[in-house]
């Protein structure tokens, strides 16, 4: 057996499995089942997840938001007082 005789082999080898695989792949595509909505639906965390076990503030002080409107208007108020200089500040520490 010569080396042309062996790449002849293992050609139809790897094509065979290409032909297995891109079939299997592309019937999984086509025929699997779409979901409604794509992406996961995370848990929302409940008020007991929310709080710490010791029933402490958040890290900051403040309490956790209870919903992310909540949460959102919060970072909107942050961001309104933000600084770089404050900034470059905190880094250096």
């Known amino acids: ?11 139809a080898v790897l094509a065979a499995l290409l032909l297995i695989v891109g079939t299997k792949t592309f ?8 979901p409604e909505k794509p992406g996961f639906q995370l ?3 409940t008020a007991e997840t929310a709080k710490p ?10 309490p956790a938001a209870a919903t992310p409107e909540a949460a959102g208007k919060e970072v909107v108020a942050l961001l309104a007082k933000a600084n770089a200089e404050n900034g470059k500040a905190i880094f250096k520490k």
């Open 27 to 34: 019937i999984e595509m086509n025929v699997g089942q779409t």
């Open 53 to 62: 076990a010791d029933g402490a503030a958040g890290e900051a002080g403040a």
């Open 43 to 45: 848990p929302a965390p």
């Open 1 to 11: 057996m010569n080396q042309f005789e062996f790449t002849k082999i293992a050609g």
